[in-house]
């Protein structure tokens, strides 16, 4: 007799990219685990590349929902409490796994009064330490006193980096059984996708004999996207026909596109949103840059080495430095420093031996972050509880 399988609900806040990235490997599981699939909120700009069924609580984004003074999030957050526990109610789900802190205190909130025999595998892949930085002190204060009290009902907790566990065990003082598993990928999808061909409007951005940087993710403050234009500006000056693309959107669009207005630089950057496909961008150019200001992990810079194209990153708390091994397979600077990314620019463009060595590392670098590897981390985790 077959054995019946797990009941899994994963609630996630959207359809974003890093969550959707994770879900759509997850759903790899579905031969082992009955998985079903909920989110807060739909998202209102973002790469959703992600083909995926999903029960939604709101048909589009609240932007400013989430832990802050103003009292109208929090009749939200009790309205979503209340839709987790019918869910839970009506399914009866084994497993509860939650991705990041707003849905791993609703759902430790919500197993705790109306599922109590579940386990809660709670997943954490934010910065909570500088995320709550942005926030005021009452608002902190608020968030790691509920997070204290309410994330013991946690079960195991999966950290995405050594970084992030550091800071979620610091933060909000988790006694829980805490684990570490990376993301991951599946190079031969890479291999396939990085092949295809880029769509025919901007097949012209890739022609020519000029060096091209390309850079991804959401245009917020976290990104500070306006530090590496300012490193554009100062490098394109010194390196003959160098170009910037970049793929995004974002609540900083206008003004990043007032900046390269500015700074002159029109000809020479160019805006083309989010694209499906990223790796035949990726693979067309010739240097990949993040000016992050702190991550959790930072996915991106995984699509970017499995392409072997070379990296040069912030050294932003906490992922790049993992993943780069302390600048062994990338090229590490300080945050927001214009000098130290324009001078590794020009350093890793102008010396040919240099840019082939971490190109080499690139790919080596992609080899241990395997898509299988991690599934099967999470398979067997889940199968222990």
Same mark, same amino acid.
């Given at each position: ?149 309410? $994330?013991?009902?946690? %079960?195991? *907790? #999966? ?7 550091? !800071? &979620?065990?610091?933060?909000?003082? +988790? ?106 961008? $990726?693979?067309?150019? %010739?240097? *990949? #840059? ?7 992990? !930072? &996915?991106?810079?995984?699509?970017? +080495? ?80």
């Amino acid at each position: 007799m077959k054995a019946k399988k797990k009941k899994i609900a994963i609630i996630i806040k959207n359809k974003n990219s890093a969550s959707g990235t994770f879900v759509s490997q997850f759903l790899k599981l579905r031969e082992i685990f009955d998985i079903k699939i909920y989110a807060f909120e739909k998202i209102n700009f973002g790469n959703n590349k992600h083909d995926i069924s999903i029960q939604y609580y709101a048909e589009k984004s609240r932007t400013n929902s989430g832990f802050n003074l103003n009292p109208i999030p929090y009749l939200s957050l009790i309205n979503e409490f209340i839709w987790l526990g019918r869910i839970f109610m009506l399914n009866h789900p084994d497993i509860v796994l939650s991705v990041d802190v707003r849905c791993n205190i609703l759902a430790a909130l919500s197993i705790k009064y109306f599922l109590p025999k579940s386990k809660l595998v709670a997943t954490a892949r934010n910065n909570i330490i500088e995320v709550s930085k942005r926030k005021n002190f009452a608002v902190r204060l608020l968030l790691r006193i509920i997070g204290r009290i309410i $994330l013991k009902r946690v %079960d195991v *907790f #999966i950290c995405v980096s050594d970084g992030v566990k550091r !800071s &979620y065990r610091k933060f909000f003082k +988790i006694e829980s059984r805490m684990y570490v598993i990376p993301d991951g990928l599946n190079l031969t999808d890479v291999n396939k996708f990085k092949n295809m061909p880029i769509p025919r409007e901007h097949t012209s951005l890739f022609k020519g004999d000029f060096k091209k940087i390309i850079s991804i993710g959401r245009f917020e403050e976290q990104k500070d996207f306006p530090t590496l234009l300012k490193v554009f500006s100062k490098t394109q000056g010194k390196i003959k026909d160098l170009r910037l693309i970049l793929i995004g959107d974002g609540r900083q669009r206008q003004m990043l596109e007032e900046m390269v207005l500015k700074l002159k630089l029109e000809k020479y950057v160019h805006f083309i949103g989010w694209q499906k496909n990223i790796y035949p961008y $990726l693979a067309a150019s %010739d240097l *990949f #840059i993040l000016s992050t200001k702190y991550e959790g992990f !930072s &996915y991106v810079i995984l699509e970017a +080495i499995a392409t072997g194209i070379p990296v040069i990153s912030t050294d932003a708390p906490y992922g790049p430095s993992e993943i780069l091994g302390n600048g062994k397979y990338g090229i590490l600077v300080p945050v927001g420093s214009v000098f130290k990314m324009s001078e590794a620019i020009i350093s890793i463009i102008n010396n040919k031996l240099e840019y082939k060595k971490y190109a080499l590392k690139s790919l080596k670098r992609a080899n241990f972050y395997r898509e299988d590897v991690m599934l099967l981390k999470y398979q067997k985790l889940i199968d222990s509880i």
